[in-house]
Nanobody, 120 residues
Framework: QVQLVESGGGLVQPGGSLRLSCAAS????????LGWYRQAPGKQREWVAH???????NYVASVKGRFTISRDNAQKTIYLQMNSLKPEDTAVYYC??????????????WGQGTQVAVSS
C-alpha cells in the first residue's frame, strides 16, 4: 500500500504560480504512472495531468502550456508546476498513483488533497 501526501497549495493572484508536491511512501513508485486531479465545489473530480514511468506526460487541454508535471523517482515525489494561474483553476488538487495506457490514466491510490485558490 502506498501513501500519498500533497503539499504546496495556497492562495495566489491570477497570473501567479504555485508548485504542488506529492510525496509517496510505501509500496512501489518508479514503475507506476502518477497523476494530478482537481475538484471544484459542485463539480466532478477531473483529470489534469499524468506522467508515465518513462516520463511521458499528458495534460488536459485547459492547462496545456501552463502546467508541467514531473517526477523524481529518487525522492519518490511528483510535482505540478502551475504558471499563469486563472480563477477557474481554483480547486482541491489530488495526486494519484495508478496505471497509464497511452493518453489514459487509471488511478488506484489517492492523496488527501491540497487547496488551490486563485483570486485577486
Amino acid at each position: 500500500q502506498v501513501q500519498l501526501v500533497e503539499s504546496g497549495g495556497g492562495l495566489v493572484q491570477p497570473g501567479g504560480s504555485l508548485r504542488l508536491s506529492c510525496a509517496a511512501s510505501g509500496g512501489s513508485f518508479s514503475s507506476f504512472s502518477l497523476g494530478w486531479y482537481r475538484q471544484a465545489p459542485g463539480k466532478q473530480r477531473e483529470w489534469v495531468a499524468h506522467i508515465t514511468a518513462d516520463g511521458h506526460t499528458n495534460y488536459v487541454a485547459s492547462v496545456k502550456g501552463r502546467f508541467t508535471i514531473s517526477r523524481d523517482n529518487a525522492q519518490k515525489t511528483i510535482y505540478l508546476q502551475m504558471n499563469s494561474l486563472k480563477p477557474e483553476d481554483t480547486a482541491v488538487y489530488y495526486c494519484s498513483q495508478g496505471v497509464g495506457r497511452g493518453n489514459l490514466f487509471r488511478p488506484n491510490f489517492w492523496g488527501q488533497g491540497t487547496q488551490v485558490a486563485v483570486s485577486s
